[in-house]
């Protein structure tokens, strides 16, 4: 590789995206590359008490949003987000990868950007690099099969398939005509109090179709890389193929980057592997329900109830803005947190907790982070998904895959939840197949593995990248 390759990471600004994404810059590190990660300003700031970057060739440089500091910036508000990104933040990106990517940009001992790889959901990345001269590749970080639902969705609708609670069969999605569910369709967001975000009149949410279309959008660059393996989602990736230019299967960038890198917007409590240590081999049930989740108070106390009355300890990620109605949610209220039984924490470190000896199952949402890092780890879930990727992914873990239990759109969720973390808990068939996926996972991301293999690919693309179009190609900043 020629050590000249710069790559440019912009990620769609929510927690479980960069995540990813710097798992992906840290592979690219591994191999030598060098790298600018693109946060906004806003979570760049977050992110000050951060530990300096371990590596020269990792820089880190933000844009603004476009949106004031005091903006929630939560799941209510992505429309929000999306707009202020499409307006102010493309601007602010187009001006960054211009004088980034001119020969006379070459500073803090970094050369030009000569590869941008964005977040997929951001069309408008792919379009200005292209329009600038520097070579776009998308990446999507969700399963390859939420991808391929995203992908039919135009066709979803043709056909009257819209996402909806129901059990009807869908034969829009190819490749999973035998189990897919209206209910198990990518849906917008839903308000805490109802079970779902639609009515059965055939409206999709904009939300969704944008979302298609983005995926379709991602046929127009380079290519496509996805952070999931062959061995997981062959099917998927098969279907996907025909619609892009070339599809690189990396994952779990978790596992598969050799060094560790974290940017965490909220603070992880420190004192929960200790908590963990005093209990005996998988016997506590870790909740968390990811980044964006929003509840109500009268889902918290089916939750609580259905906990409880499985008699396991548990370890629960309770968010300050996860209660709906701006509600606090305080732990002496709660009667929880601090004693052997239960443990509450605004936030955690997920992975040393998954892989921890003492847990059990994960109550999870279902994103495809949470799912991977599960599966890597072996541990058996147990799926109540929100919006979006997560309802099909929670199918494919229950029905596909067998590593888990899908309890979406069940209006009784205290006795779900009970009946779902025993079976999680208990089952030995449940555990075989997690276990059995995890094996397969870690020859995966092993040297010589096929996510090992496809991320030497993907370099060796860059660099072909490299040669073909930064070393004659002017640009519009060196022709001016």
């Known amino acids: 590789?020629?050590?000249?390759?710069?790559?440019?990471?912009?990620?769609?600004?929510?927690?479980?995206?960069?995540?990813?994404?710097?798992?992906?810059?840290?592979?690219?590190?591994?191999?030598?590359?060098?790298?600018?990660?693109?946060?906004?300003?806003?979570?760049?700031?977050?992110?000050?008490?951060?530990?300096?970057?371990?590596?020269?060739?990792?820089?880190?440089?933000?844009?603004?949003?476009?949106?004031?500091?005091?903006?929630?910036?939560?799941?209510?508000?992505?429309?929000?987000?999306?707009?202020?990104?499409?307006?102010?933040?493309?601007?602010?990106?187009?001006?960054?990868?211009l004088a980034s990517s001119s020969n006379r940009a070459a500073y803090d001992d970094h050369p030009p950007v000569t590869c941008v790889i964005a977040d997929g959901v951001m069309a408008f990345a792919i379009d200005v690099a292209e329009e600038i001269g520097v070579p776009a590749i998308a990446f999507r970080t969700a399963s390859a099969c939420s991808f391929l639902a995203y992908l039919s969705m135009r066709r979803l609708v043709e056909l009257g398939e819209a996402p909806f609670p129901s059990d009807q069969p869908v034969s829009g999605v190819p490749g999973m005509e035998g189990f897919l569910r209206r209910r198990d369709l990518p849906r917008a967001p839903s308000r805490p109090s109802t079970s779902t975000a639609a009515d059965d009149s055939g409206v999709v949410d904009p939300m969704l179709l944008n979302m298609g279309d983005c995926s379709a959008h991602s046929g127009k660059a380079r290519a496509l890389i996805l952070n999931t393996s062959a061995s997981m989602e062959a099917a998927a990736l098969a279907h996907i193929a025909p619609h892009m230019s070339d599809v690189f299967a990396v994952g779990p960038l978790h596992a598969a980057a050799g060094t560790t890198r974290t940017a965490s917007l909220w603070r992880e409590d420190d004192g929960c592997i200790a908590w963990l240590d005093g209990h005996e081999d998988r016997s506590v049930v870790y909740v968390s329900l990811g980044s964006l989740t929003v509840i109500s108070e009268e889902q918290l106390a089916e939750f609580l109830s259905g906990l409880a009355a499985t008699g396991y300890a548990f370890i629960?990620?309770?968010?300050?803005?996860?209660?709906?109605?701006?509600?606090?949610?305080?732990?002496?209220?709660?009667?929880?947190?601090?004693?052997?039984?239960?443990?509450?924490?605004?936030?955690?470190?997920?992975?040393?907790i998954l892989r921890h000896r003492a847990v059990g199952c994960f109550l999870t949402h279902a994103g495809w982070n949470s799912t991977l890092e599960a599966a890597y780890e072996g541990v058996p879930m147990v799926c109540w998904t929100f919006f979006g990727d997560q309802l099909v992914n929670s199918r494919f873990v229950d029905t596909v895959w067998k590593?888990?239990?899908?309890?979406k759109d069940v209006c009784d969720r205290a006795f779900a939840v009970e009946r779902a973390v025993r079976q999680a808990m208990e089952s030995a068939e449940i555990r075989a197949a997690a276990q059995d996926m995890a094996r397969q996972l870690r020859l995966d991301v092993a040297q010589g593995g096929s996510s090992s293999s496809q991320i030497k690919r993907l370099v060796a693309f860059i660099g072909e990248l490299y040669v073909r179009d930064c070393h004659h190609t002017t640009t519009p900043a060196d022709s001016s």
């Open 1 to 97: 590789m020629d050590a000249a390759a710069h790559v440019l990471v912009f990620p769609w600004p929510l927690q479980g995206h960069i995540n990813c994404m710097l798992h992906l810059a840290a592979a690219l590190l591994d191999a030598g590359l060098h790298v600018t990660f693109l946060h906004t300003d806003h979570n760049l700031r977050r992110l000050a008490s951060q530990p300096a970057s371990s590596s020269p060739r990792l820089r880190l440089l933000s844009i603004p949003d476009g949106l004031p500091d005091d903006h929630p910036r939560s799941v209510a508000h992505l429309n929000d987000l999306m707009d202020s990104m499409r307006a102010t933040g493309s601007a602010a990106y187009r001006a960054l990868v």
């Open 316 to 352: 629960w990620v309770l968010r300050p803005d996860m209660v709906a109605g701006g509600t606090a949610v305080k732990m002496k209220i709660l009667g929880l947190g601090g004693d052997k039984y239960s443990r509450v924490v605004e936030w955690a470190p997920q992975r040393d």
């Open 403 to 407: 590593t888990g239990v899908d309890i």
